[in-house]
């Protein structure tokens, strides 16, 4: 069920979008920023209280690779597994990166740390190769930038 506070801040957000499909993304936005992420539930109870199906809630959801579908670590690293970042080496510095963290793509931490996702473009190709931790990017990586931002979280 929604927290009244999911509920308030979702309608306030609903009464500027024309079109409540465009406006699907925000109310997942919301209610992650409490819960860490968007379970089969939220969904549901999203769809409810937008007056859709739980199946286009979750396509939607889908296709955002920000919304996480399941749960997540404390920080979340999205790791740009795309053509820029290929040239510019992108392989050697995430096998440092899932070294370091023992966590492949698509796992979290044991200490629930950290999650790494690969992503798509990041759109910051001219700094290849990027990451972006929680919504802070990072480019021009080495093994030994990822050492130093790594230890920045908490
Ligand atoms: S390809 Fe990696 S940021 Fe664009």
């Known amino acids: 069920m929604l927290s009244d506070k999911e509920r308030e801040e979702i309608e ?9 499909r465009a406006m ?19 969904v549901r ?10 199946e286009e809630i979750d396509t939607i959801a889908s296709s955002y690779n920000m919304i ?4 997540v670590g404390r920080h979340v690293i999205l790791f740009c597994d795309n053509v820029s970042c290929w040239i510019m080496r992108s392989d050697a510095v995430r096998d440092h990166l899932v070294k370091r963290l023992a ?3 698509g796992e979290t931490t044991k ?12 759109g910051d190709c001219h700094h290849a190769p990027v990451m972006m931790v929680d919504d802070e990017m990072h480019g021009n990586l080495t093994p030994e930038k990822i050492d130093r ?3 920045r979280y908490t």
């Open 12 to 20: 306030a957000e609903m009464a500027r979008y024309p079109h409540k």
């Open 103 to 105: 966590a492949g793509p």
């Open 68 to 71: 996480f579908r399941r749960p």
């Open 111 to 122: 200490d629930g740390r950290y999650t790494v996702l690969p992503s798509a473009c990041l």
């Open 24 to 42: 699907v993304p925000e109310a997942l936005r919301i209610v992650q920023t409490h819960r860490g992420w968007i379970s089969d539930e939220s």
């Open 149 to 151: 931002i790594l230890e």
């Open 45 to 54: 109870d999203v769809a409810e209280l937008m007056g859709m199906s739980a």
